[in-house]
């Protein structure tokens, strides 16, 4: 059972709009949440996270927003660009009871076109 | 300053063979961590490593085991591979282990068993 759901595999869009990327999750203990941008034949980079007492985190282009309730986050890139182009994996782990390894998601692959 | 460092990039095996994989952190980053990355699936993860001690393990075989040394290099080890042992094996390296931690990737491992 997927505890960090990706329901869209791929995404596309036209350069100079929004990305939206979405991530669902079950385990309600997970305190942090992370995204990974990973290119072909490349690890995954680190993108940018949330602390589950915040529900959004913006750095330059990239806005991550969280809904507890809901357990639900989304990541939000504008303006998009071709160099975007990439995966992006949404990870959570939980903070307490010793064990905080991050829990991935499958992936969104995102097509941005110019 | 250098990144993750994998090795080798790729291999080919057969199946009951064994195999070793090494991962170099970036200097001065004491924590270790592997994933296994199939296609289809997100990243999971295999096991961390941290001062030399295994902190954490997924929910992998015994068959796979992992080592780190004093000098914070690690090595994962496959034993009586499997054909679905066939995988992409990334190696991640943090400052510490915690929840929220930016980790950096090597590039990966691409293992091929047949």
């Known amino acids: 059972d997927q505890q960090v759901k990706q329901n869209s595999p791929s995404l596309s869009v036209q350069e100079g709009r929004i990305s939206i990327l979405n991530c669902d999750y079950t385990n309600s203990m997970f305190d942090y949440f992370l995204w990974y941008k990973k290119y072909p034949a490349e690890g995954p980079t680190f993108l940018i996270s949330?602390?589950?007492?915040?529900d959004k985190n913006e750095d330059g282009r990239f806005t991550v927003f969280l809904n507890k309730s809901a357990k639900h986050l989304s990541l939000h890139i504008v303006p998009s660009q071709p160099g975007d182009s990439a995966v992006y994996f949404c990870a959570a782990s939980p903070e307490s009871g010793g064990s905080y390894i991050p829990t991935f998601g499958r992936g969104t692959s995102l097509i941005v076109h110019p | 300053k250098a990144g993750v460092t994998q090795t080798p990039r790729y291999l080919i095996k057969t199946r009951g063979q064994q195999v070793t994989l090494s991962c170099s952190p970036i200097?001065?980053?004491?924590?270790v961590s592997w994933y296994q990355q199939t296609p289809g699936q997100g990243l999971q993860f295999l096991f961390e490593y941290f001062s030399e001690t295994q902190r954490n393990k997924g929910n992998f075989p015994g068959r796979f085991s992992g080592r780190q040394f004093s000098n914070s290099r690690s090595e994962m080890n496959v034993s009586t591979l499997e054909l679905g042992d066939s995988a992409l094996y990334l190696c991640a390296s943090s400052l510490v282990p915690g929840a929220g931690t930016e980790a950096f990737f090597g590039q990966g491992t691409r293992l091929t068993v047949v």
């Open positions: 200097s001065g980053h004491r924590s």
């Open positions: 949330i602390s589950s007492i915040k």
